[in-house]
T-cell receptor, first 115, second 108 residues
């Protein structure tokens, strides 16, 4: 099915470990995003890529890095995981850089626990 | 004050009821408005855009009041399948803010 595919779906890390969350979309969208969702809070933007070859920080970038590997793929890396990074992570894509206008398509999410 | 605020609920309603959600936003320069639906432990999905003139999609009606800076979502004839969290989303100036969502439970 067309859409946004995220891996893994679940992950448990120990404090200080690193990992990369993978995301791929097959809708030929230009823009891709990484969000985190915590209880009682709205989705918060970590990083985004307006187009292939560009990446920018969002609201909560500390502790994360990203790579826009090509038009389809956008990965999120935690270099040294901390308990505060326990969250649900969503990758999303949209047709255009101005994000909201056309709406986002989200991946199914990664539930990350850092112990 | 949060940039986008929603009543967290939960709203518990019987099948067939009409339920309304409100959302307020602080940035008067906001340009685009949406409602997303998020099922438990699932990703958000676009429910509908919200236009200045108001818009309707079946049992769902969305309205925007720019003067008072709020948007609303009305669900008529609620179904069990409408049980979910409804997220208000406000976008403008290359910035998109998601509300924390309002939970809805529709009971038989």
């Amino acid at each position: 099915n067309a859409g946004v595919t995220q891996t893994p779906k679940f992950q448990v890390l120990k404090t200080g470990q690193s990992m990369t969350l993978q995301c791929a979309q097959d809708m030929n969208h230009n823009s891709m995003y990484w969000y985190r969702q915590d209880p009682g809070m709205g989705l918060r933007l970590i990083y985004y890529s307006a187009s292939e070859g560009t990446t920018d920080k969002g609201e909560v970038p500390n502790g994360y890095n990203v790579s826009r590997l090509n038009k389809r793929e956008f990965s999120l890396r935690l270099e040294s995981a901390a308990p505060s990074q326990t969250s649900v992570y969503f990758c999303a894509s949209s047709e255009a850089w101005d994000r909201g206008v056309y709406g986002y398509t989200f991946g199914s999410g990664t539930r990350l626990t850092v112990v | 004050r949060k940039e986008v605020e929603q009543d967290p609920g939960p709203f518990n309603v019987p099948e067939g009821a009409t339920v309304a959600f409100n959302c307020t936003y602080s940035n008067s320069a906001s340009q685009s408005f949406f409602w997303y639906r998020q099922d438990c432990r699932k990703e958000p999905k676009l429910l509908m855009s919200v236009y200045s003139s108001g818009n309707e999609d079946g049992r769902f009606t969305a309205q925007l009041n720019r003067a008072s800076q709020y948007i609303s979502l009305l669900i008529r004839d609620s179904k069990l399948s409408d049980s979910a969290t409804y997220l208000c989303v406000v976008s403008g100036g290359f910035k998109t803010i998601f509300g924390a969502g309002t939970r809805l439970f529709v009971k038989a």
